[in-house]
C-alpha cells in the first residue's frame, strides 16, 4: 500500500516478537570538525552532510543548522509515521505535506538569558490529499503524533494543524 514494503516489516515485527532484544536499535550519528562551526555529519554509508551555521551566529552558512535539521527530522518522522498508519488502513495516499515550525531563542543560546536553550512553540501543520475522511485523517494524525519516534524524543508538546 502506497509502495511502503509490509512484508518487510511484518517480518520484522515477527522476529521482534521472537526475540525482544532486537526491538532496540541503536542509531549512530559522527560529527567532524571541518572549520569555524562548519562540521561534517556521518551517518550509516550515506553521504556526509554539512552542518553550519548563519553568519549571524558565527558561521558561513553553507548549510542548515543543528536546529533546522532538528525540525527537518522531527517533520520527516511524524510524515513517515502518517504515512505508515495510513497505509497499514489501507488508506491511498495523494499527497502528503509536512511543515514544521518552532521559535529558538537565540540569545539563551548566546549566554545572554537564562532559559529553555531549546526549541519552543512547535506547531506542525499537515496537509493532505487522501482517501480518508477528515475525521479519519484527523485520527491518524494524532497517533502519528503520539507515536513519532523524533517527536516523542523533543519531549515537549507539540500543537498539531491539519489543511
Not at 572549520?35 to 552542518?51: D, H, W, Y
Not at 522531527?74 to 491511498?92: M, N, R
Request: proline residues 5%; contains cysteine.
Amino acid at each position: 500500500m502506497n509502495h511502503i514494503n509490509f512484508e518487510t516489516v511484518e517480518q520484522t515485527v515477527k522476529a521482534m516478537k521472537d526475540d525482544p532484544n532486537l526491538a532496540m536499535k541503536q542509531w549512530i550519528a559522527n560529527v567532524s570538525w571541518n572549520n569555524g562551526v562548519q562540521n561534517e555529519l556521518t551517518i550509516r554509508e550515506f553521504n556526509p552532510i554539512m552542518v553550519d551555521e548563519p553568519q549571524p551566529l558565527g558561521g558561513t552558512d553553507i548549510a542548515p543548522n543543528p536546529v533546522e535539521y532538528l525540525v527537518g527530522a522531527a517533520a520527516s518522522c511524524f510524515a513517515i509515521t502518517f504515512e505508515v498508519i495510513a497505509s497499514q488502513k489501507g488508506i491511498a495516499l495523494e499527497t502528503v505535506n509536512v511543515k514544521m515550525e518552532a521559535d529558538l531563542n537565540a540569545a539563551v543560546f548566546l549566554g545572554l538569558q537564562e532559559g529553555d536553550g531549546g526549541i519552543l512553540n512547535p506547531k506542525l501543520t499537515l496537509n493532505t490529499k487522501t482517501s480518508a475522511s477528515e475525521k479519519e485523517i484527523k485520527e491518524i494524525a494524532e497517533v502519528a503524533l503520539s507515536k513519532s519516534p523524533v517527536l516523542l524524543s523533543l519531549n515537549t508538546k507539540i500543537e498539531l494543524t491539519i489543511e
